[in-house]
């Protein structure tokens, strides 16, 4: 990544994407640490975002000095610890907390800080939990996505939008592109629990009915269409190794694959869809989800669900399509006009 020019919003998702795959990745989050505190952002806003990415890639590089120095940055970047978009900073930050020796006192402040945020953000869930089993205490993970479970469905058959039944409650899934907090609780909740060893009890069966909902009108849904998975090119290579099937659905190569994408993105626009893009997609996803409902990832139902589940997280959407001289939204590293852009006319 060059170290003098200013970053673009599409910048940072392309490093999003391929840092990791780099010579490098602890330069690069060195660099954009240094992007943020020279001003290099064209838009100062996501200053924040760009000093979370590095603490990320210093955590998985096993850096955790760097990942605590560059997550604080990141808090201290947004406007306030009070903004939505901190809260994977917070998280990431105590995670980090747990593992510098000595400080779980500080990481557990931080973490519950952020426990009310399990009843009104998606994400939550998913990033408190994380920081929870890193820190030992997937137990207390376990009571405080049960509470918050309890407490949002009693919420809800207080004020009328679902009711307690005496057998279980009814419980409004949310459009399949973006579930509501109660599914990702339980989601959650059923993941934790599971990962204890403990039984499976009634709010855990809720999990996996409401799971089977979201797969079956994800799949009604995207009956004729494609489900916008991308699969980056080494996740490309793995997913077909593994399951050769899905060769007939996303291509039997990377550039088909890219290909099937960059049409059925022109499509949709020329049908009139605005806000488009992709959805980055993993194998050890799939796998871990196909488990999860004890089916085959070749399966439509199962990769249709796969897809409504990637697709409710905001930090797996590449929009499209970038500007013809921008960076591809593949992360091949080459402008749009030379790589993909060609592919809808082939």
Not at 83 to 90: H, I, M, Q, S, T
Not at 286 to 297: H, S
Request: charged content about 30%; overall charge negative; hydrophobic content about 40%.
């Amino acid at each position: 990544m060059p170290t003098r020019d200013v970053l673009t919003k599409a910048d940072l998702a392309e490093l999003r994407r391929s840092a990791l795959g780099t010579a490098n990745p602890l330069g690069v989050a060195a660099d954009l640490a240094e992007a943020a505190e020279q001003g290099r952002l064209e838009d100062p806003d996501d200053a924040g975002d760009a000093l979370t990415l590095a603490a990320e890639i210093a955590e998985i590089r096993a850096r955790p000095e760097a990942a605590l120095r560059y997550a604080e940055q990141a808090v201290a970047a947004y406007p306030s610890a009070d903004d939505p978009r901190a809260g994977f900073a917070r998280a990431l930050r105590a995670r980090s907390l747990f593992g510098a020796g000595g400080r779980d006192d500080e990481a557990m402040a931080e973490l519950t800080a952020l426990r009310p945020l399990l009843l009104t953000q998606p994400d939550a869930p998913a990033y408190v939990s994380a920081a929870l089993d890193a820190g030992g205490r997937s137990a207390i993970a376990e009571t405080w996505l049960s509470e918050a479970v309890d407490s949002v469905l009693s919420e809800r058959a207080t004020a009328g939008a679902s009711a307690i039944t005496a057998t279980e409650p009814v419980v409004d899934l949310g459009p399949p592109d973006a579930p509501g907090v109660t599914f990702f609780l339980l989601q959650q909740r059923h993941r934790v629990r599971r990962n204890l060893n403990l039984p499976h009890d009634r709010q855990d069966d809720l999990a996996d009915r409401l799971e089977t909902q979201l797969v079956r009108r994800a799949g009604e849904r995207r009956d004729a269409e494609s489900d916008l998975l991308f699969w980056p090119r080494a996740e490309f290579d793995t997913l077909i190794s593994e399951h050769p099937a899905l060769a007939e659905v996303y291509g039997p190569d990377w550039d088909a694959h890219r290909g099937r994408l960059e049409k059925e993105l022109v499509r949709l626009r020329s049908a009139g869809q605005a806000g488009l893009g992709v959805f980055g997609a993993t194998v050890a996803g799939l796998n871990a989800f196909a488990g999860r409902r004890d089916g085959d990832p070749t399966d439509a139902g199962v990769r249709a669900g796969y897809a409504a589940e990637v697709s409710a997280r905001p930090s797996a959407r590449i929009p499209w399509p970038p500007e013809r001289n921008d960076t591809c939204w593949c992360g091949s590293g080459l402008k749009y006009k030379k790589d993909c852009l060609p592919r809808s006319r082939s």
